[in-house]
């Protein structure tokens, strides 16, 4: 089974498919988790100099 939840920022995707997750007895896969480290691995060079 997949679920996709979408929305804006801030409306609670990410707190509802964790609940759902749990309650169905399902793996989430969280893309801000995907994205965010993706983009401290990109911003973290460029900030700090180290490229």
Request: with cysteine; hydrophobic share 45%; aromatic share 2%.
């Amino acid at each position: 089974m997949i679920i996709l939840i979408a929305g804006a920022a801030g409306s609670g995707k990410s707190s509802l498919g964790c609940e759902l997750a749990r309650s169905l007895a399902l793996p989430i896969l969280d893309l801000d988790t995907l994205t965010n480290r993706l983009l401290q691995g990109i911003s973290e060079p460029l900030f700090t100099g180290r490229h």
